[in-house]
């Protein structure tokens, strides 16, 4: 070799057999010939075969390779020449010898190889290559890889990735598939066209009583859920066991008929018992501090808490004939009416919103489409209606892109999303969702989801897709299946991802969200 830079050639030929190399033994293996620093077997030698750590030449002709296992060359550091298919001769010493049929390499196979400079697995059968096959390989300055079978989806991602980052030519061809791509050259290809990140929600740990809602909060830094289980008459507070690496009960209030326990301090419950919960002091139990207006909430259906002009306010969405929604505001010690809403219209849920940089304020209701109201002058004052939109149960919100969205959950018929155009929310999209009563929106890491919970069918989780602007199908939730889903929410904590499912007629749920790397 003299001067001359390292050369690795690997000529990937035959079938059936996998090449692994031992420590020497000091002995030129059966159907090798061998001289002081090269090795030339034919045939198929006995394996597993052994040469001198400082072997420079290794050629194997005819050998039935079809595979390179981790660590073929580890044992042979000193090695500057390798070919697997055609006798080495001088006239070649710096040529590509190619046309093989390896099908698969480790990635580890080339390991411990950290001279080298020039590698060629031209024309072979390889369709991928496996992740970190270069690791190490720093000094390489020229690699070929044309006339292979390589299919371009996400196993080829990090091989583009990985080409602008060393300072080597690298011959790539073209792609054999997906149809999409076929014939196109690899080096033209654009990797952030590649969409190879999945994510999967698998079942975690059950919370046994049913329950109506669910939210998160933080005490002391730590987040902890808040359970409604109107048939166990109580708020359940939840946080994270580090030892155990589970959920467990952490704290209990008594509630009966309880609806919802918002954002730790409200308890909604039927006939007149909402009630307002608070902790007197660091360390101590949540004690009842005030009965919130009687008179007015009969059957609240849910609770929301919104700021307006720098103040807390909870706004708690009647559902009875002969009470009210009520905004509720801090007055002094306890929170106290500001403002009747939308009496005699039996609504079912409120939703907090900011539009055109105003607070705004959205009810639904059973008996007509919901309405939009905006603050100004102090209160809440109606601006206008959800077109073609009757029968919705709930909404809720999200933001995306710059606009703001609306998940309209139906019971009966197709729920829908919206999308607010400055004046009013237009049809965006329609879902099927027979036995609907919650369409959650939910930001989970970097995906913006939304689940539709059904009473007689699978819950399915949806997925924004940019491009489209649109919702698309990513998974259904179960098992175990969820029984009369009524509401999610989602909770980071301890470097992992949860999602949280109240449920009417069933356990709570939680699952775990998981990233996937597709092109790993």
Not at 120 to 147: C, I, K, M, Q, Y
Not at 476 to 490: C, I, K, N, W
Request: glycine share 8%; aromatic share 8%.
């Amino acid at each position: 070799m003299g001067g001359a830079g390292i050369l690795l050639l690997l000529l990937l030929a035959g079938a059936g057999a996998v090449v692994a190399w031992r420590p020497p033994k000091g002995k030129c293996p059966l159907r090798c010939s061998c001289s002081k620093d090269s090795a030339l077997c034919e045939g198929s030698p006995d394996l597993p075969v052994s040469f001198s750590p400082t072997l420079l030449s290794l050629s194997l002709v005819r050998t039935g390779v079809t595979q390179l296992k981790a660590g073929s060359f580890l044992r042979i550091p000193s090695l500057h020449l390798l070919s697997v298919g055609l006798p080495i001769t001088p006239a070649s010493l710096h040529s590509f010898i190619e046309d093989n049929e390896i099908g698969s390499i480790s990635k580890n196979a080339l390991r411990g190889l950290r001279s080298l400079t020039h590698l060629s697995l031209a024309n072979n059968h390889l369709e991928a290559l496996p992740r970190f096959l270069f690791r190490g390989l720093e000094t390489l300055t020229h690699v070929d890889l044309r006339g292979n079978p390589f299919q371009c989806d996400c196993r080829i991602l990090w091989l583009l990735q990985w080409m602008p980052t060393m300072n080597a030519s690298v011959g790539t061809g073209a792609c054999a598939g997906p149809a999409a791509l076929s014939h196109m050259q690899i080096r033209h290809l654009d990797p952030k066209t590649f969409k190879c990140r999945a994510i999967e929600l698998s079942w975690f740990q059950t919370v046994g009583e049913s329950a109506l809602s669910v939210e998160l909060f933080s005490y002391q830094g730590e987040p902890h859920i808040v359970l409604a289980q109107p048939f166990a008459g109580r708020c359940l507070i939840l946080s994270w066991d580090y030892s155990l690496q589970r959920f467990r009960p952490e704290e209990e209030l008594p509630a009966p008929s309880v609806v919802s326990c918002s954002l730790l301090v409200l308890a909604a419950r039927l006939w007149g018992g909402s009630q307002l919960w608070a902790r007197p002091s660091p360390g101590l139990r949540l004690a009842a501090t005030q009965t919130l207006a009687p008179r007015r909430l009969l059957r609240p259906n849910d609770a929301e808490l919104l700021w307006l002009e720098g103040q807390p306010c909870f706004v708690v969405a009647d559902a009875s004939k002969a009470g009210s929604t009520t905004l509720l505001c801090r007055d002094g010690p306890g929170f106290y009416p500001h403002q009747s809403l939308h009496a005699w219209h039996r609504d079912t849920d409120a939703e907090a919103l900011e539009l055109d940089g105003r607070p705004h304020l959205l009810l639904a209701s059973a008996s007509q489409r919901p309405v939009l109201f905006h603050w100004t002058g102090g209160r809440f004052e109606r601006r206008t209606d959800i077109p073609e939109a009757e029968d919705v149960y709930a909404t809720r919100h999200f933001q995306a892109g710059g606009d703001v969205f609306l998940c309209l959950t139906r019971y009966i018929g197709d729920s829908m999303v919206m999308r607010w155009d400055g004046s009013m929310f237009r049809l965006l999209q329609q879902l099927p969702s027979r036995g609907a009563h919650v369409f959650q929106p939910l930001l989970i890491a970097r995906d913006q989801l939304a689940i539709l919970g059904s009473d007689f069918a699978f819950s399915q989780v949806l997925r924004l897709e940019p491009d489209k602007g649109l919702l698309e199908p990513l998974q259904e939730l179960g098992p175990p299946a969820l029984v009369a889903p009524r509401a999610f929410t989602h909770v980071t904590i301890a470097g992992r991802r949860f999602l949280f499912a109240a449920c009417f007629k069933g356990p709570t749920q939680i699952y775990q969200h998981h990233e996937i790397d597709l092109s790993a």
